[in-house]
Antibody
Framework: QVQLVESGGGVVQPGRSLRLSCVVS????????MHWVRQAPGKGLQWVVT????????NYADSVKGRFTISRDNSKNTLDLQMSSLRVEDTAVYYC????????????????WGRGTLVTVSS | SYDLTQPPSVSVSPGQTASITCSGD?????YVWWYQLKPGQSPVLVI????KRPSGIPERLSGSNSGNTATLTISGTQAMDEADYYC?????????FGGGTKLTVL
């Protein structure tokens, strides 16, 4: 069964850190670039970060650059997002999403998504 | 930064045609993708590369893109089509989403 399952969300104070994980199954994880996309309460979708199929290249939205770090472990089929210096405006449901292309070429769109994990940044 | 504009809401009667627009500067020169979001569910890609349907997406959903506007059209709208729809484009290796449109089937 093809699926992506996010975990690690919760309530955290501003300035603190949190690590999200996404475990995938049902497809060859190490073939695909991966992304994190978020949706703040009552707001639209916002792309957060992209990582290449082999983890050597990353691309961050300006709003999280320098605070968030994406990584992947292709031996464990996991994608992680380390979030530091969290702000109230980082409150959102965070989705793990698969790129529609494989290998070195990015499609820059998402053909498979998880159900998301909620991160709430509040004092 | 590049902006995509969608109407916040669109209403349609069952069986009628719904059109959801997405506007951006010279958007027709870019690919547009569309996603459907329902509460508590994973987002679903419904249109890619302007007008192509992924496997499993009904033929009543179609897309077009020209000039400054992309359009998602749902023909013969059904109650199950009620959802939020987001357009997406790419600008200088940055993914951009529209603000989303809530489709209500009355």
């Amino acid at each position: 069964q093809v699926q992506l399952v996010e975990s690690g969300g919760g309530v955290v104070q501003p300035g603190r850190s949190l690590r999200l994980s996404c475990v995938v199954s049902g497809f060859t994880f190490n073939n695909y670039p991966m992304h994190w996309v978020r949706q703040a309460p009552g707001k639209g979708l916002q792309w957060v970060v992209t990582i290449s199929y082999d983890g050597t290249n990353t691309n961050y939205a300006d709003s999280v650059k320098g605070r968030f770090t994406i990584s992947r472990d292709n031996s464990k089929n996991t994608l992680d997002l380390q979030m530091s210096s969290l702000r109230v405006e980082d409150t959102a449901v965070y989705y793990c999403a698969r790129d529609a292309f494989t290998g070195r070429i990015l499609g820059w769109y998402f053909d498979l998504w998880g159900r998301g994990t909620l991160v709430t940044v509040s004092s | 930064s590049y902006d995509l504009t969608q109407p916040p809401s669109v209403s349609v009667s069952p069986g009628q045609t719904a059109s959801i627009t997405c506007s951006g500067d010279n958007l027709g020169s870019k690919y547009v993708w569309w996603y459907q979001l329902k509460p508590g569910q994973s987002p679903v890609l419904v249109i890619y590369q302007d007008s192509k349907r992924p496997s499993g997406i009904p033929e009543r959903l179609s897309g077009s893109n020209s000039g400054n506007t992309a359009t998602l059209t749902i023909s013969g709208t059904q109650a199950m089509d009620e959802a939020d729809y987001y357009c997406q484009a790419l600008d200088s290796s940055t993914v951009v989403f529209g603000g989303g449109t809530k489709l209500t089937v009355l």
